[in-house]
């Protein structure tokens, strides 16, 4: 054994299951330590005054870490629980326990680089190793075709080059035992905080959420079990994956996989395990697929560090933004006055959760019908989205913003043809925008095109029940 202690301090790798840094300090370490700091600086608030992290977000955090204890539990360990700034609060918790090694995950972008360097020089100046290792994407750093600084800028040739040349690694079992030295951790103080203590409130549940979403691996594990096998949903992955209502049109595993409470890996391997028993077609490589969407924004975001949340992009456009924050407030309670677009952000301001195909047009038409800061967009979703991960939703952002890796100039989506895509006769809009739901069909997404007279026989007023679109969006007749 290498060390005699050491400390495993948990991140967004919230699982045993696939998880090297632990399978390492196992292999290792005589005794081994799990910890997970509550850092209150991921419940301050945002340039804007958002919660960084609000209270649906925040729930589904606390159930995984608590979770994730309960899992150490059964193996015969526990998992301290601390709150502070890591950089202090684990090196403090190491000296007092004597451990002689930290290990823990690698991030990419600054804020989390900035934690782990302040720790790992603190660490150095105590006398106690650290070692990190990366674990978060479907392709290993490591095993990149090309330095993770010559990432290409199109995600088509990134795609078929990672797919050509390069392997996925075979995920790490999970532990059966872990030698957990309680009689040192025994006047650590390790208890849970709650919402409470950030000054958040227990989010409501709203009779419309369909939304069965639980923190923690072992729900994770469970939905991959529920949407490969039990429901065998994988196989129409493609064809469904647009849907806007209930839990099954997608696979959702995005929530758990943004804290690590399962691994691309792990899923990567389910997926193959389908295709050898079930079928192999589209569909199940469309999931993959996705996973090197995800893998793809990550290495963006550290070949171009803070660009990505900087107002240019990486593209170093020159800012010409609105910034209205009485038009965005309208956009963040669901009150644009249009029906599709309204619809989505009420979801997401009541669930935590909102479709990819509604992400697309909301992001849309906050930056291209309103010309509003794309960056406000980005933070308000860190703030919401249960489902929240760095790399992406900044990534994705400045997609939209026509700022970011998107070989097309203009991404603007055209929100009544989506509507009648994906939407045709209304039912989702009807879920979320009850004032409208006497409204017949597609007419539901176009209220203004109704009479005064129709709108009166069904007691609707624009700009009283219901308000008047803050712009004039395009006609369902202009092409995309």
Known sequence: ????????????????????????????????????????????????????????????????????????RRLGGDLAILQGKPEEAVIELAKKVEAKAIFFSKEVTSEERNVDKSLEK?????????????????YHLDDLPFPAKQTPEVFTQFRKEVEKQSKIRLTFPEPTQINYPSKALSSVASELPNLKTYGLE???????????????ETSALGRLRSYFWEKDLLKVYK????????????????????????????????????????????????????LIWRDYFRFIAKKHGDKIFEIQGIRSQKDSWRRDKAQFQRWVEGLTGVP?????????????????RGRQNVASYLVNDLGMDWTWGASYFESQ????????????????????????????FNILRQANNYDKKGDFVRLWIP????????????????STSQLRALKIQLGHTYPQPQVKIPTLEKSY
Request: aromatic share 14%; proline share 4%.
């Open 1 to 72: 054994m290498k060390y005699n202690r050491i400390l495993v301090w948990f991140r967004n790798d919230l699982r045993l299951r696939d998880n090297e840094t632990l399978s390492r300090a196992i292999q290792q370490g005589i005794e081994v330590i799990p910890v997970y700091c509550f850092d209150p600086g991921m419940f301050g608030k945002t340039e804007l005054g958002f919660p960084k992290t609000g209270s649906i977000r925040a729930k589904f955090l606390l159930e995984s870490v608590a979770d994730l204890r309960q899992s150490f």
């Open 122 to 138: 603190a660490a150095f100046s105590n006398g106690i190793a650290c070692e990190s290792f990366w674990q978060s994407t479907l």
């Open 385 to 412: 989205l249960i489902d929240y991960d760095v790399c992406s939703n900044w990534g994705n952002w400045m997609y939209v913003g026509g700022v970011g890796n998107d070989p097309r100039e203009n991404r603007y």
């Open 435 to 450: 004032e409208l739901q006497s409204i017949k069909g597609f007419d539901i997404h176009q209220p203004w095109e109704l």
């Open 202 to 216: 227990e989010p409501k549940q709203d009779v419309k959420s369909w939304l069965e979403m639980k923190g923690g």
């Open 340 to 356: 599709f677009v309204d619809a989505n952000m009420r979801e997401l301001k009541t669930t935590g959760f909102m479709s990819n």
């Open 239 to 290: 064809e469904t994956r647009n849907g806007l209502i209930g839990m099954d049109y997608s696979s959702k595993f995005s929530p758990w996989l943004a804290l690590g409470c399962i691994s691309p890996r792990t899923i990567y391997e389910e997926v193959k395990k389908y295709e050898r028993e079930r079928k192999k077609n589209d569909s199940t490589y469309w999931l993959i697929f996705e």
